[in-house]
């Protein structure tokens, strides 16, 4: 099993900035794929970005340009750095890891922290 837990989330006016962190332990050896997703209020789960263990990103249309996705694997912990923040950006975000036989990007995560929340003010 493992675990993800986050952390960063909090209250930021519109055009600031927020640095999101998740650090997973358990058996890490088992996970290949790292992301962050969010649901705001009403809306369905949407994947924010994600990262390959190698290093390779995906990122949602909306947040390409304002969001970077980096991971450090030595300490097991995977980062969303959040700028240029927009009212609409507000939800829960979640840390989400994929099994390692589950190639970039999948379409599955097998695992997920259980959220952080992110406020952007107008």
């Known amino acids: 099993q493992v675990q993800l837990v986050e952390s960063g989330g909090g209250l930021v006016q519109a055009g600031g900035s927020l640095r999101l962190s998740c650090t997973a332990s358990?058996?890490?050896?088992?996970?290949?794929?790292m992301g962050w997703y969010r649901q705001a209020p009403g809306k369905q789960r949407e994947l924010v970005a994600g990262?390959?263990?190698?290093?390779?990103?995906n990122y949602a249309d909306s947040v390409k340009g304002r969001f970077t996705i980096s991971r450090d694997n030595a300490k097991n912990t995977v980062y969303l750095q959040m700028n240029s923040l927009k009212p609409e950006d507000t939800a829960v975000f979640y840390c989400?890891?994929?099994?390692?036989?589950?190639?970039?990007?999948?379409?599955?995560?097998?695992?997920w922290g259980l959220g952080t929340q992110v406020t952007v003010s107008s």
């Open positions: 989400a890891a994929a099994l390692i036989y589950r190639e970039f990007p999948p379409r599955v995560y097998d695992y």
């Open positions: 358990g058996t890490i050896f088992s996970i290949n794929a």
């Open positions: 990262i390959s263990s190698g290093g390779i990103t």
